[in-house]
């Protein structure tokens, strides 16, 4: 299986190491418009393989996307990052038309491609790739509820002070500082509700700290975050690859479910070798459904600043 992974920096990189070490795909190229720089990242990578063990092969290339043709999975991550202070939304002017572009570029090589889409502002560069693209809903997959996922059970972990792998928990809406909701009254501790150990308080603590999460490591980082980003990646490419049908909030078309219309938003997915295989309909209570409206609300403003690309 042939994975491409568009934009070799920090996030596109360390989500190739995961997938070669992994050993989720026998082949990762690596795409970057920086001269040598994505030859350089896969040459890097090739030289741990037998310290790690793995045979997965890693090529790098600069703009050439020949070397990516007959891809089976592509990973966009190029574009600019975050720095302190900013937020995600202020990214779509430049990476709108980078996005857009690159999404053409692998279409033409990897015809049958499934597109997951990392670019800030995540949403918004999903519901762009599938209408730029006009490709079947299934095959477009947004990045971002595995990550907020995978730090609300950090935050869960340090405040009950259990192993987060014991912790089960998801985090649905957009994938922004004030568009998150992390489904607290849903987590649960071996499938024990939270809430038997932890305060409202702390929970509401929890809460807030998860939809900051990606904000607090750019203020201590100078720049947005990447190994979680990057093995949130290789767990979503895995549950495609390898067919594993996971429960995964990603961003995906909706068109109807949790009552919304053409928009691309955070909700749980079936993963598998088709994409997105079902979009799984959670009973909300009535403040988890007036949030998500609230968030869907704002993914779609941003969308509307699409109309110079679109
Ligand atoms: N969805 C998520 O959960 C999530 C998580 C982390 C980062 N991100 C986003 O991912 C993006 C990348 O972050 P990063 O930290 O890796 O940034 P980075 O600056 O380290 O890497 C981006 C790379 O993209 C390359 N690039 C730019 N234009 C390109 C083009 N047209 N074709 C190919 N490559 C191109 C750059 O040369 C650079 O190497 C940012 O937009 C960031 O906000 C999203
Ligand atoms: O915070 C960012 O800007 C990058 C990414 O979306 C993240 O959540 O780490």
């Not at 045979?55 to 600019?80: E, L």
């Not at 993963?271 to 209570?285: F, M, P, R």
Request: proline share 4%.
């Amino acid at each position: 299986m042939k994975v491409t992974v568009v934009g070799a920096g920090n996030v596109g990189a360390t989500c190739a190491d995961a997938i070669a070490h992994r050993r989720i795909a026998s082949e990762v190229v690596l795409i970057d418009i920086k001269e040598g720089f994505a030859e350089g990242k896969a040459l890097d990578i090739m030289q741990t393989q037998t310290t790690l063990g793995f045979n997965t092969k890693v090529t790098g290339s600069t703009n050439d996307y020949s070397k990516t043709a007959g891809s089976d999975v592509v990973v966009i991550t190029s574009g600019i990052p975050r720095k302190p202070g900013m937020t995600r939304e202020e990214l779509i002017g430049i990476n709108a038309g980078i996005v857009k572009g690159v999404a053409e570029n692998l279409l033409a090589h990897s015809p049958n491609a499934i597109i997951v889409v990392v670019s800030n502002p995540m949403d918004t560069m999903t519901y762009l790739t599938l209408k730029a693209t006009g490709l079947p809903k299934n095959r477009i997959i947004g990045m971002g509820g595995a990550l907020d996922s995978s730090r609300f059970k950090c935050y869960l972990s340090q405040a009950l002070d259990k192993p987060a792998n014991d912790i089960q928990g998801m985090v649905i809406g957009g994938h922004g500082d004030t568009t998150m909701i992390p489904l607290t009254r849903l987590a649960s501790y071996n499938g024990v509700p939270v809430s038997e150990f932890l305060s409202e308080e702390e929970l509401a603590k929890v809460a807030a700290d998860t939809m900051v999460g990606g904000a607090t490591l750019t203020g201590l980082l100078g720049t947005s975050a990447w190994y979680a980003p990057g093995a949130s990646v290789a767990y979503l490419v895995d549950s495609i690859l390898n067919d594993q049908k996971k429960m995964i909030p990603c961003s995906v078309f909706l068109e109807g479910e949790y009552g919304q219309n053409d928009i691309c938003i955070g909700v749980p997915c079936i993963i598998g070798k088709n994409g997105v295989e079902k979009i799984v309909s959670v009973e909300l209570n009535d403040d988890e459904k007036a949030k998500f409206a609230k968030s869907a609300d704002a993914v779609r403003a941003m969308n509307g600043d699409l109309s110079s690309v679109l």
